[in-house]
């Protein structure tokens, strides 16, 4: 089975940067697509940024031009880089990735989450 890992999180000003890693561990067939999603409390979860197997990248609208979204298919990893940070931002991040692991199907696997706080 894989496991997913989110790193990176903490406490940061407004206008401050950080950088979340996420680093997958087990037998990994295929990846689909691998993305970051964030749940603020009393809201959905909700999607910021994806990129697919060909490296397409996807993200929301409050996102664009400040996060940037990358991976390191040799290394099992994904980064957020969340550049211009804004108290919107707070949020538990997860990591999730669509992939087939060793019983050759796609599914859908999230980490356990680690929490951006942003403060004004």
């Not at 991976?71 to 994904?78: G, I, M, Y």
């Not at 880089?81 to 538990?92: G, H, I, R, Y």
């Amino acid at each position: 089975q894989v496991q997913l890992v989110e790193s990176g999180g903490g406490l940061v000003q407004a206008g401050g940067s950080l950088r979340l890693s996420c680093a997958a561990s087990g037998r990994i067939v295929s990846v689909r697509a691998t993305g970051w999603y964030r749940q603020a409390p009393g809201k959905q979860r909700e999607l910021v940024a994806a990129i697919t197997r060909g490296g397409s990248t996807n993200y929301a609208d409050s996102a664009k031009g400040r996060f940037t979204i990358s991976r390191d298919n040799a290394k099992n990893t994904v980064y957020l880089q969340m550049n211009s940070l804004k108290p919107e931002d707070t949020a538990v991040y997860y990591c999730n990735a669509d992939l087939m692991d060793c019983e050759l199907k796609y599914r859908g696997y999230w980490g356990q989450g680690t929490r951006v706080a942003v403060s004004s």
